[in-house]
Structures are given as structure tokens and as C-alpha cells.
């Protein structure tokens, strides 16, 4: 038998990884929501929504296109109701204007419109 000691490498760095992530979220979640609070991180509200994360953390992409928003000190919160509002609202307009982007089906990436137009109602 070796004396040699084998760490399993791959459990080691799940592990770690796991760790990281777990501690990063619990400080960036030290602000205290009120019950029935429904305000998201940009992660969250972009995996609920479906929409690409981008526009929720680039804030000029986010004031261009005038996603509702709030600061709680230094981050960034979105209410789920009002980015949905805000989604068919934007969708609507969009619409009236006459602008109707259609789907390509052999196409792998989508435009933010045919995105927006996937959201349930």
C-alpha cells in the first residue's frame, strides 16, 4: 500500500465551489425583506422571467429600455409584478409601431422581442 494521500479532486472542488456561492449569496442576502416582499436579484427575476440576465445587470441596458428597478443600498432589486407589467407593456408598444420580429427557426439565439413575447400572460 502507498502512503500517498488521494483526494477525490472533482468532490473537492464541488465542494468548494458550493461553499463560495453559499456564502456570497448569504451576504448579498443580509438585507431584510418584509413579509410579502417579492423583490428579486437580477439572477433570480432573469431566471423567472426567462430573459436574457444582461438587462438586468448592465444599467444602461436597464435605463434604455426603462426595466423597473429598485436600489436597496447598493444593490439592485426587481419586483416580479412590475417587470412582467413592464414586459407586456414594452411588448405592446412594440407591436403598435409595427415592428414584428419573427422567429427564425434555424436560428439558435432569439431577439429581446421574440423573448418578451414568450412570457406568460
Not at 4 to 28: C, G, H, I, K, N
Not at 78 to 105: C, H, N, S, Y
Request: net charge positive; aromatic share 6%.
Amino acid at each position: 500500500m502507498s502512503k500517498r494521500v488521494v483526494y477525490p479532486m472533482d468532490e473537492v472542488l464541488d465542494f468548494e465551489s458550493q461553499v463560495l456561492r453559499a456564502s456570497t449569496l448569504e451576504s448579498a442576502d443580509d438585507v431584510v425583506r418584509p413579509n410579502g416582499s417579492n423583490l428579486m436579484d437580477p439572477r433570480e427575476i432573469a431566471h423567472v422571467t426567462g430573459l436574457p440576465l444582461y438587462i438586468f445587470c448592465h444599467k444602461q441596458t436597464r435605463d434604455s429600455l426603462g426595466v423597473p428597478h429598485r436600489r436597496v443600498q447598493k444593490l439592485i432589486r426587481f419586483d416580479r409584478d412590475e417587470v412582467m407589467a413592464w414586459a407586456r407593456r414594452w411588448l405592446q408598444d412594440t407591436k403598435g409601431q409595427g415592428i414584428d420580429a419573427k422567429a427564425d427557426p434555424a436560428g439558435r439565439y432569439r431577439s429581446l422581442q421574440q423573448a418578451l413575447a414568450s412570457l406568460p400572460a
